[in-house]
């Protein structure tokens, strides 16, 4: 059966969230600001979505900056190479996001640069799912769609299965649908964010009673690391496979090469690997 509330409770938790975010919210997310006719630049809502999977916003601030200085609209990253965009993505992590992102500028760049509103067809850019799709529309065209991801999870499962384990997310989607402000979806969302990431800065994580919950493997010593490692060392110069050796010293190379190669994230011509 699923979780409803009563309108007073809705209202009730409505007031706290956006009380919260007026008092204490992110208003100055670069990817917060409209441009100088008010509307939101789906191209820039694009680029802080794709970045902020899997990334704290801390990390995202600079990068985001340094990306949209390198390519300002869509045609720019369609127009730029992946060894370009791989090597603006550094630092990042899961490099496999900047190749989505160029790949959907150049499919987006072919039907004229105007990024779709529809899930459907925003589904059928790599890299972007129905949650992420969702956001999109919500942050890009301020349509009342519901999605979730952790810090919204975060927000629901503190306030509503104070005393559950292992809160699924079918019975969260009712609850997210019903509280959903449908008149500015945007700003709701943005104070559900900075909602949850504030619970879990201040209590243990609720988002550990999500199903969906799995503990994130330690950084340093991972597949990962590896992985950006060999990014990084290729963004300098092309490297044979015992200079990469020699730098990165991880019996692992060999099949994260491969796996590299096989992704199409870095190429293997006359005994050199390049971006």
Known sequence: MAH?????????????????????????LPWRQPETDGSFDPYKILV???????TQVSRVLSKYEQ?????PHMRDLANATQAEVLTL?????YNRRARFLHQSAIMVA????????????????????????????AYA??????????????VF?????????????????????????????RQWYWALMDYGSYLKSKLQNPSRRSARYQKQAP?????????????????????QREQLQSACRDERLNRVLNELCQEKLINYHRRQYYL
């Open 89 to 93: 993505w550094n630092g990042l992590g």
């Open 219 to 239: 950084f340093m010593g991972s597949r990962r690391q590896l992985r950006g490692q060999i990014i990084r060392l290729l963004s300098r110069q092309p490297m």
């Open 48 to 54: 802080s979505e794709i970045m902020l999977q899997q």
């Open 4 to 28: 409803m509330v009563n309108e007073a409770d809705t209202l009730q938790f409505r007031q706290s969230v956006v009380t919260y975010y007026q008092q204490a919210g992110r208003h100055n």
């Open 157 to 185: 499962i503190h306030n509503f299965f104070a005393d559950d384990l292992s809160v699924t997310d079918a019975r969260l989607y009712p609850l997210i649908e019903q509280t959903l402000d449908d008149q500015n979806p």
């Open 141 to 154: 065209f301020n349509e009342p769609v519901v999605f979730i991801e952790t810090n919204i999870r975060s």
């Open 67 to 71: 990306f949209l200085t390198a390519f």
């Open 110 to 137: 072919a039907q004229g640069y105007a990024l779709p509103r529809q899930a459907a067809e925003l589904t059928k850019l790599p890299g972007i799912g129905p949650n992420t799709a969702a956001a999109i529309r």
